[in-house]
Nanobody
Framework: QVQLVESGGGLVQAGGSLRLSCAYSGLTFGWYVMGWFRQAPGKERELVADINWSGGTTYYADSVKGRFAIFRDNTKNTMYLQMNNLKPEDTAIYYC???????????????WGQGTQVTVSS
């Protein structure tokens, strides 16, 4: 059984930084991709970034390119999202998720964490 637990959210001023962590267990080596999604009030859940098992392949939404970095440490069973130069429009609940290789839409990801709130004040 896959378990994902996020941490690291909080309140930060615009221009500040936060690092989110996702501790995972129950994932089988190689077959899956892991991602960070976010959902703001009244908006659909969107993929922010994803990463394959080895960490060699990553994807970023245009809105976060150059500001966010996704990486993982498989020795610690943890994935991270480093968020720099945060903007008020980054305010959302951030979710960690895992799914089969090739997953891109929320419906493709079968396992989800509980979410962590990120609030960026102007």
């Amino acid at each position: 059984q896959v378990q994902l637990v996020e941490s690291g959210g909080g309140l930060v001023q615009a221009g500040g930084s936060l690092r989110l962590s996702c501790a995972y267990s129950g994932l089988t080596f190689g077959w899956y991709v892991m991602g960070w999604f976010r959902q703001a009030p009244g908006k659909e859940r969107e993929l922010v970034a994803d990463i394959n098992w080895s960490g060699g392949t990553t994807y970023y939404a245009d809105s976060v390119k150059g500001r966010f970095a996704i990486f993982r440490d498989n020795t610690k069973n943890t994935m991270y999202l480093q968020m720099n130069n945060l903007k008020p429009e980054d305010t959302a609940i951030y979710y960690c998720a895992s799914g089969p290789r090739g997953s891109t839409a929320p419906k493709d990801f079968g396992s989800w964490g509980q979410g962590t709130q990120v609030t960026v004040s102007s």
